[in-house]
């Protein structure tokens, strides 16, 4: 019996590795994973409202009992969400609708949303009603952008 081989290379096996269907794996798994991951974006991120930046802004309180985001668009329309997955609906009598909700929420926590282009006006008509009626903690928004 002779294991030894002839030195010509003869029953020498090349191993080779396909880099291909590896790679395929690989972006299959990432597109995967890109699909069914939800974004991590905080509340700031997902506004429709363009705020106004400011380098002096605190971070998010997260352990809030109750967020009532009020928001001022650049036209006026003032829409208020209740929590964080409310449904947002459009306000007609400011009032009204700030005194139903300390009704409901006293110790709720309002967060101000006004637009960059919103009317300096309006938003300092909001803050003023909140206050007068009885909301303690009364936030405004602001990009950190600075």
Known sequence: MNFRGDGRGRGRVEATLELTPLIDIIFLLL?????????????????????????????LDLDEQLRV????????????????????????????????????????????????EASHGSVIELLDITRQVGFGRVH??????G
């Open 31 to 59: 597109i995967f994973f890109v699909m069914t991951t939800t974004p991590a974006m905080n509340v700031v991120e997902r506004l429709d409202v363009d705020l106004p930046g400011a380098a002096s802004g605190d971070a």
């Open 69 to 116: 985001v009020v928001k001022v668009h650049s036209d006026g329309r003032i829409m208020l969400r209740h929590g964080e997955e409310g449904d947002e609906e459009l306000v007609r009598d400011l009032s009204a609708a700030m005194t139903e909700v300390y009704q409901e929420h006293p110790g709720a926590t309002i967060w101000i949303q006004g637009d960059v």
């Open 140 to 145: 405004m928004a602001v990009s950190p952008d």
